[in-house]
């Protein structure tokens, strides 16, 4: 059971950590969508179960994106996140940021479950 | 073994199945976090940290930089001051106007696009047809056909050509070399790309600031009032000439030329005037200040200039401001984002201002034609070829729409039939042909190119020939203590009154008869009075022997300018910065008095009498924190109403208000005026009862809209003062802030319009600028240099503008330095 769950989590993080390194570099020069085929490759070929490559897939890219987001905001003072906060109706700007990372998120997870999901259709 | 197998093959289809599923709701997520849905931006375009909207986020720390650009001739050194505002030094001319073109697209592409795009009638390619009303108007005004003569004009010239392909190749190597996490973030909103500059976007500004400022008729209301008033009322009420006037021109100013014949009126115009027959408001305000005084009047016996122009406020800001040195010029201003030179500014010889002149020229002429095909019209008694002029407008998500156009000899029909017209257009008459002057050839830009570099009075005046549209008055300063002013432009030499009315196309006398020579418009030179002013009221006395219009702008802000300069001793620039925002109403001055005189206090309510004693104490000011400004606006507001609604409000036809002057000399001068009596109520009533029913009307809506008297009824409450970002972007505009001003007052700040710019100048051994406009230097609502200068504005202050005398010259305010040097 522990081998198990430790196996489990090593996969997990491999994957994730795939994921978040890959996207982080490609955001430097390639479309934002770059991310979805990153995350499905990632998943096609190092991917487990369903659960695990969605979220691992969720996670990295809503992380990388919450960084990025930041790395550019923060020493804006937010000024334009609240600018944009506004013009979308949103009470505050951490909802714009919060968005941002879900879109991120759930392109990345929906892709890396769409790449694990595709490979056991082809394996097996 | 067969069931097995097809088991396995089930399973394997279900997987398939599901990895199917998977990737097409993955695709589709993306494929709608692409794209454009109504108003929204492709969310996960814009949002997406890599590309969208987060890279526009600006640090406020912009360090210096070194960028190699091919097109140079040689070396660019721009310094950066606290506020961002650029300071070129180029080694020629060619790399100067390179290098503003450059940076002005670093600051302000967006704003540049969408102001060409607009003028050019070519919205819709990006807003698809919600934008296609404006974009047909602009089209069928003849925008496009009045700036590409222009650009004729301008590229006849080698040295504006010179220029503006300078200008227009340092914007395109700034678009060149953009990536798409770069685009203002405008782009990335309204999803698309910027476009190749080309030179003709130039001459758009200019047509844009035409329309703005010359572009407006009341001709078809005017002709209206006439079938319903007959031709005395119309003359009586719209007279030739404002009641209250303070001229530009000081009255009795010699005309030391011999002028030209003045036209004769044509013969169905006299009919017009004299026929027995009996055949909205304009907002009055919008305009701008400018005035010198002489050393004679300042403490340090050197002439100061001040100028503010008011527009309609938009971020990013109007003007963009820059210092601009090459071995030929030294000049420091403003200039509009998308055009060369500077507009208005100063060198150390000189300084000078622009604001609008009120001229005519713009007229409609009625057109008949042979027959419904109108290839051919009536003119000089004979048929006549029409021109046609094919405008094909681009709609985003639609096919594209081919707009004819038919050309006079006038020019464009602007609206041939009923359905062409939209609502909004209420004051364009259909079927007639509109004779514009932004529609001539023209080189503006030689105007500002010679006074960024002028020296002297005659270099003003010489500058002055080359400029056609929107007449401005020009005022000057220099350092060999001269002060001028010139309403100046090219001005239609015309017969009294002729474009006061829609005029019969048919008839040749109804033609323009060429131009008032520009050694001719009226000028004034260092006047007895030592100064000179200007706000947009008449040029004249009624002495000129040309016409120019029938109506000006009000003349409240002209006479307080002059009367305050009048009595003004060893002044200073400071007095000159609280001059600006002078919120002194004249029309108070005028009109209070006698409203107060027809007030029976026995005939109000408890209400009426506590708002009584508030405006008595009043001091006439529209000061953010006065509740008697307030009372008395609105006062004025009924006042006005009451007089005119019954005869001139009309759903089924577009008539002309009086004006406020005429309104106030029926006041002053004719208080049994049938005008007072209302018309849709049997009793006869008085200037007394109109007095007192509009003063119990503004208090009655005071009280109903901001309760009971106190903070809530401060004139800077009531007024709304905001500044809108250009698409109306909530969240990138200031929202409403408290302010004082009012349209007629000095600090014309109203609304959404007011002081676009707001500059002093010293002359003297070492000229000094002082300057603010409301917003800053960068068109990034992301940028810390967005809105920096906005509160500065604001609260009436001005910024010491810094005005370095050599690329080299030591200054604690510069901050970082942008070098541009050619490819090697």
New interface residues.
């Given amino acids: 059971m522990t081998t198990f769950l430790t196996d489990q989590t090593k996969k997990i993080n491999m994957l994730f950590l795939v994921i978040i390194i890959l996207s982080f570099v490609s ?2 020069f ?4 770059v991310v ?1 085929i990153v995350a ?1 490759f990632a998943a096609f070929f190092i991917g487990k179960t369903s659960g695990q490559s969605f979220w691992s897939g969720f996670g990295a890219v809503f992380i990388v ?1 919450t960084l ?2 930041l ?3 923060i ?13 979308f ?1 949103l009470p505050n700007w951490i909802w ?1 940021l919060l ?2 990372a879900l ?2 998120g ?2 990345s997870g ?2 890396a ?2 790449g694990v ?2 490979k ?2 082809f394996k ?1 | 073994m067969h069931f097995a197998y097809l088991g396995h093959g089930q399973f394997n289809l279900m997987k398939l199945f599901k990895a199917l599923f998977s990737v097409a709701v993955t695709l589709l997520l993306i494929w709608a976090l692409q794209t454009k849905f109504g108003e929204a931006p492709p969310i996960g375009a814009f949002l997406n940290p890599a590309t969208g909207f987060w890279q526009n986020a600006e640090s406020k720390n912009i360090s210096s930089d070194s960028l190699q650009l091919d097109g140079l001739q040689g070396r660019v050194t721009i310094r950066y001051d606290e506020h961002r505002i650029p300071h070129i030094f180029a080694q020629n001319d060619h790399d100067l106007y390179y290098a503003q073109g450059y940076i002005t697209a670093r600051d302000r592409l967006w704003q540049m696009d969408i102001q060409t795009r607009s003028a050019a009638g070519r919205l819709a390619e990006i807003a698809g047809p919600k934008a296609l009303n404006i974009d047909r108007y602009h089209r069928r005004m003849g925008m496009t056909y009045g700036a590409e003569n222009t650009l004729k004009g301008m590229m006849k010239d080698p040295v504006t050509k010179v220029v503006i392909e300078a200008y227009t190749d340092g914007v395109n190597h700034y678009i060149r070399h953009l990536s798409k996490r770069d685009y203002p973030i405008e782009f990335k909103l309204l999803d698309y790309a910027p476009e190749q500059w080309k030179p003709i976007n130039c001459a758009y500004l200019l047509k844009l600031m035409s329309e703005t400022l010359a572009g407006g008729s009341d001709q078809f209301a005017m002709t209206n009032n006439l079938k319903r008033f007959g031709a005395k009322d119309v003359n009586d009420l719209f007279p030739d000439y404002p009641f209250h006037e303070d001229p530009i021109i000081p009255v009795g100013t010699k005309w030391d030329f011999k002028p030209l014949p003045v036209p004769k009126p044509s013969s169905d115009f006299i009919a017009q005037m004299t026929d027995n027959i009996k055949p909205k408001e304009r907002v009055p305000g919008i305009g701008s200040n400018n005035w010198v005084i002489a050393g004679s009047k300042s403490a340090s016996g050197y002439p100061i200039l001040a100028n503010d122009p008011h527009l309609n406020l938009t971020f990013p800001s109007i003007w963009y401001q820059l210092q601009m040195s090459s071995p030929t010029v030294n000049v420091y201003g403003v200039s509009l984002p998308g055009a060369p030179c500077i507009v208005i500014g100063y060198n150390q010889k000189i300084s000078w201002g622009v604001t609008n002149v009120d001229a005519d020229i713009l007229d409609w002429y009625q057109v008949r034609f042979k027959d419904n095909s109108k290839n051919e019209y009536w003119y000089n008694n004979q048929w006549n070829k029409v021109k046609k002029r094919i405008e094909a407008i681009h709609i985003r998500g639609q096919k594209p729409l081919y707009d004819t156009v038919i050309y006079t000899h006038h020019g464009p029909v602007v609206y041939s039939n009923v359905s062409q017209k939209p609502k909004e257009r209420e004051n364009i008459p259909i079927g007639d042909a509109l004779r514009w002057v932004a529609h001539d050839e023209s080189d503006e830009f030689m105007t500002f190119y010679l006074l960024n570099r002028g020296k002297n009075y005659d270099d003003y005046r010489k500058a002055l020939t080359y400029y056609t549209a929107p007449a401005q008055n020009f005022i000057f300063a220099s350092n060999d203590k001269d002060i001028a002013i010139t309403p100046n432009g090219k001005i239609p030499l015309k017969f009294k009154d002729q474009g006061k009315f829609i005029m019969d196309g048919s008839a040749p006398a109804n033609d323009w008869h060429g131009w008032i020579p520009y050694d001719q418009n009226p000028t004034v030179k260092n006047p007895a009075r030592g100064f000179v002013s200007s706000a947009n009221q008449s040029s004249t006395d009624q002495t000129y022997p040309y016409y120019i219009n029938w109506r000006f702008e009000l003349y409240d802000r002209g006479k307080r300018i002059n009367d305050r300069l009048k009595v003004m001793q060893n002044a200073t620039v400071d007095s000159m910065q609280l001059m600006q925002m002078d919120n002194y109403s004249m029309r108070a001055q005028d009109v209070l008095p006698a409203l107060m005189k027809y007030l029976d206090p026995s005939k109000l309510g408890k209400r009426q009498l506590e708002a009584l004693q508030i405006i008595k104490k009043w001091d006439k000011h529209y000061d953010a924190s006065s509740e008697g400004a307030s009372i008395f606006n609105a006062w004025w507001l009924k006042f006005y109403g009451m007089t005119w609604d019954d005869e001139f409000a009309d759903k089924k036809m577009l008539l002309n208000y009086p004006s406020f002057d005429r309104t106030e000399k029926l006041l002053l001068t004719e208080s049994n005026s049938k005008w007072f009596d209302d018309i849709n109520t049997p009793a006869k009533e008085t200037c007394t009862d109109i007095v007192i029913r509009s003063f119990t009307a503004a208090v009655n809506e005071l009280l109903r809209k901001y309760g009971q008297p106190g903070q809530k009824w401060q004139w800077g409450n009531i007024k709304d003062s905001h500044i809108n970002h250009l698409a109306g972007l909530p969240g990138f505009g200031t929202g409403h802030f408290s302010a004082g001003g009012t349209a007629a007052v000095i600090n014309a700040l109203k609304g959404g319009n007011g002081p676009s710019w707001r500059m002093v100048v010293q002359m003297g051994p070492q000229v000094k600028g002082y300057g603010i406009f409301p917003g800053g230097e960068s068109g990034n609502p992301g940028s810390y240099f967005y809105e920096d200068l906005f509160n500065t504005w604001k609260d009436g202050k001005l910024n010491e503008l810094l005005f370095l005398g050599a690329e080299n010259e030591k200054s604690e305010r510069i901050k970082s330095t942008l070098i541009l040097n050619k490819t090697k």
């Fill in positions: 955001a430097y390639l479309p934002w969508w979805a499905f994106w990025l987001a790395f550019k905001s020493p804006n003072d937010n000024m334009l996140a609240k600018r944009v906060a506004q013009l109706q714009i968005i941002t879109i991120g759930l392109v929906m892709s479950l769409s999901l595709v056991k259709a097996n």
